[in-house]
């Protein structure tokens, strides 16, 4: 299992920086057909429309990094002070709950995407790009997500199977106040002999 997990983590790092790079390029070529639309009065053509394609994009590779990585929201004012157990089945619920959003979108989008295959399907726009490029790789985008939450729900189940109620609560469960604290300043706090945490 903690290869899979492994594997999941390389598979959606690797979605973030390939989008986080669409992102940067899309930027610049905004800004070269500002300075030539101000300038020379001339464009490029499709800046607006490749850009939109990329933002659908870069999102659906994100989703499932950000899940990793608990960036997603989560209302945890009572999560803080319920039983364990209880904790450990509202971590289960919320991938649940992730999974009957994600099954079918998943199931509509590549409907869509085969459409736009079998009909040819090109945007009306002076690029006639083929839709089904871009509605792959936002379909790619939402897979792995879907995948790496099945995952996450497979790993938090074995581990809570095992008694592992906190590796379980570490893979699936909120971030504690303690963890956001290190992501934010950058600096590991450790808990003291007296029982108090120590920068």
Not at 160 to 167: F, W
Not at 170 to 185: D, F, M, N, R, V
């Amino acid at each position: 299992m903690n290869k899979i997990l492994a594997f999941t983590e390389i598979l959606n790092r690797a979605g973030v920086w390939v989008g986080g790079a669409l992102l940067f390029l899309t930027s610049f070529m905004i800004a070269v057909e500002v300075v030539l639309r101000k300038l020379f009065s001339i464009s490029m053509g499709g800046a607006d429309e490749l850009s939109s394609y990329v933002l659908a994009i870069s999102c659906s590779w994100a989703f499932g990094f950000a899940l990793l990585r608990k960036a997603h929201i989560r209302i945890d004012i009572f999560y803080t002070r319920l039983p364990e157990k209880i904790r450990s089945v509202l971590d289960v619920l919320s991938l649940v709950t992730f999974l009957a959003y994600l099954a079918p979108l998943v199931y509509f989008a590549f409907w869509v995407v085969r459409t736009s295959v079998v009909r040819h399907s090109a945007a009306n726009t002076p690029l006639q790009t083929p839709l089904w490029i871009p509605q792959g790789l936002w379909l790619a985008g939402l897979a792995v997500f879907l995948f790496t939450t099945v995952v996450l729900l497979i790993g938090t189940i074995i581990r809570l199977a095992n008694k592992d109620v906190q590796g379980a609560q570490q893979l699936s469960g909120p971030c504690t106040l303690e963890e956001e604290i290190e992501e934010e300043s950058g600096v590991h706090l450790e808990e003291s002999a007296t029982g108090g945490q120590r920068w």
